[in-house]
Every structure is written in structure tokens, then in C-alpha cells.
């Protein structure tokens, strides 16, 4: 079965100072890995997606995950982090044996960012 | 461009009172169309989803059903609400290539009171 872990409920971090939220998973063969953002009351927003390739993905709004198939992780980082970053991330799992229907996703984890 | 609309925003409903929400994409054809329950402003857990018009798959058994009249249309049920049906319903939808990214409407807040 398909499993996403988010270790952190929380991460604080002071504005300018890099970012990381940590995202480990579980799925046979190889994933498709997304990064998503939630600001209050509203619906999810992509941000990154590994689908195959370079380790590295960048994405939206500065963001950039890094894929390490050995420890099954795809952690999230930004190089110095934004007040405006703080939300709510999720990392997600698609499986590409399950013909692209289910996505599973983690338990998210809150972002603070302190001026 | 492809938008999807989900409404309403907000929803205050007695116990035992049915449920409609809806959900229309606009912008493409024979999405994987999705409803998804988040509580407490955590996880998502995916409830059902739809590769095609009546064609629903359920996840987790419960109170609510769901149906795809049309192809860009999913609609979200429930014949007899309970307290514990609150929560933040979220549609998405994705092209039915697996690589593709999940696009949200803005959520519904449903209460049971």
C-alpha cells in the first residue's frame, strides 16, 4: 500500500534562513512525488512534481525538493525562507502501477515563518 | 485554461438533513475528477474518485456517496448528515496521465450542527 509520512506537524524558521520539510514515503516501484501548499480556508496549490530525471526539482515561488530513492525521501527546501511562506505543505504519492487514479497524501506539515 | 469551481463555499447543516456539493472543471475533457475530506486542517483523506461518468470508485466506507452525471460534473452526497460529516471537502481533478499534478477547487466548510 501507498504511504506518506511528514514527520514535522511543525517547522519554525526565521525569514532568510533556509527551509526544509521533510517528506518520506512508501510505494512499490517508482513514484511520482508532488509538493503541494494550502493557505487557510482555501484548496491545495501544486508547487513541484518528480516524475523522472534530475534528483533535483524546482518549482514554484523559490521551492526545490530533492529526490533520494535510496532513502525514499523527497524533502522539501527553499534557500531563504519568506513570512509569506508560511502555510500548510503537503507532500503526496502517486503510485505508477495504479493507472494514475489515486493520489495519497501526507499529514501536512504547518510552516512558520518569523520576521 | 482549465478552472474548476466547487460550491458552496460554506455550509451550516442540521443533523440528518441531506447533502449536495458540487464540482464542475472546466478547460478539458475526461478528467480523473477526485473529492477529498480534510479535518482539523490536516491530512487529506480521498474519499472517492472517477475515471469517467458514472464510474465512482469509494475509498473509505461512510455516510456519503458520490456521482458523475456528466463528464466534467462530480457531485458529493449524503441522504441523512451526521455530526461527524463535518469537516473541509476538497474536489480535484487530474489529466488521466498519472504524472500529472492535482488541480483544487477552494474547498467547501461543512458544518453539522
Known amino acids: 500500500a501507498q504511504s506518506v509520512a511528514q514527520p514535522e506537524d511543525q517547522v519554525n524558521v526565521a525569514e532568510g534562513n533556509p527551509l526544509t520539510v521533510k517528506c518520506t514515503y512508501s510505494v512499490s516501484g517508482n513514484p511520482y512525488l508532488f509538493w503541494y501548499v494550502q493557505y487557510p480556508n482555501r484548496g491545495l496549490q501544486f508547487l513541484l512534481k518528480y516524475i523522472t530525471g534530475d534528483n533535483l526539482v524546482k518549482g514554484s515561488y523559490g521551492f526545490e525538493a530533492e529526490f533520494n530513492k535510496s532513502q525514499t525521501s523527497f524533502h522539501l527546501k527553499k534557500p531563504s525562507a519568506l513570512v509569506s511562506d508560511s502555510a500548510l505543505y503537503f507532500c503526496?504519492?502517486?503510485?505508477?502501477?495504479?493507472?494514475?487514479?489515486?493520489?495519497?497524501f501526507g499529514a501536512g506539515t504547518r510552516l512558520f515563518v518569523k520576521a | 485554461s482549465q478552472t474548476i469551481h466547487q460550491w458552496p463555499a460554506t455550509l451550516v447543516q442540521p443533523v440528518g438533513s441531506p447533502l449536495s456539493l458540487e464540482c464542475t472543471v472546466e478547460g478539458t475533457s475526461n478528467p480523473n475528477l477526485y473529492w477529498y475530506r480534510q479535518a482539523a486542517g490536516r491530512g487529506l483523506q480521498l474519499l472517492f474518485y472517477?475515471?469517467?461518468?458514472?464510474?465512482i470508485s469509494s475509498e473509505v466506507p461512510q455516510n456519503l456517496s458520490a456521482s458523475r452525471p456528466q463528464d466534467r460534473q462530480f457531485i458529493l452526497s449524503s441522504k441523512k448528515l451526521l455530526l461527524s460529516d463535518s469537516g473541509f471537502y476538497l474536489c480535484?481533478?487530474?489529466?488521466?496521465?498519472?504524472?500529472?499534478?492535482?488541480?483544487f477547487g477552494q474547498g467547501t466548510r461543512l458544518t453539522v450542527v
Open positions: 480535484a481533478w487530474t489529466h488521466t496521465t498519472g504524472n500529472t499534478e492535482a488541480f
Open positions: 503526496a504519492v502517486r503510485g505508477r502501477n495504479t493507472g494514475g487514479f489515486k493520489t495519497i
Open positions: 472517477s475515471v469517467g461518468i458514472g464510474q
